[in-house]
Nanobody, 122 residues
Framework: QVHLEESGGGLVQAGGSLRLSCVASGRTGSTDIMGWFREAAGKEREFVAAYRWSDLEIFSDDSVKGRFTISADSTSDTVYLQMNSLSPDDTAVYYC???????????????WGQGTQVTVYS
């Protein structure tokens, strides 16, 4: 079974940057997608970005395009989320997810990390 562990969350001032990491263990080629969701207090879990290993394709939500970038390191089965120009609206628990196919919906992902808190203050 795939295990995911996020890290890199913390407290950052508005306008600043933060990089999240997600390390996968036990992932096989059939688990082709790793990505990020976030869940703000009182809101539903929403898609942020995803990475497809088979063709190195990346996907991101319109709300973060131009600010957030997803990347990956195949040698360590790690995906990263570089977050720039952060605002308080980005405050949320960020979750790493993995599955067989890219989708905007959380229900499409089989594996989840425990989450890492990102708090942006003004």
């Amino acid at each position: 079974q795939v295990h995911l562990e996020e890290s890199g969350g913390g407290l950052v001032q508005a306008g600043g940057s933060l990089r999240l990491s997600c390390v996968a263990s036990g992932r096989t080629g059939s688990t082709d997608i790793m990505g990020w969701f976030r869940e703000a207090a009182g809101k539903e879990r929403e898609f942020v970005a995803a990475y497809r290993w088979s063709d190195l394709e990346i996907f991101s939500d319109d709300s973060v395009k131009g600010r957030f970038t997803i990347s990956a390191d195949s040698t360590s089965d790690t995906v990263y989320l570089q977050m720039n120009s952060l605002s308080p609206d980005d405050t949320a628990v960020y979750y790493c997810a993995a599955g067989d196919y890219v989708t905007w919906f959380a229900e499409g992902y089989e594996y989840w990390g425990q989450g890492t808190q990102v708090t942006v203050y003004s």
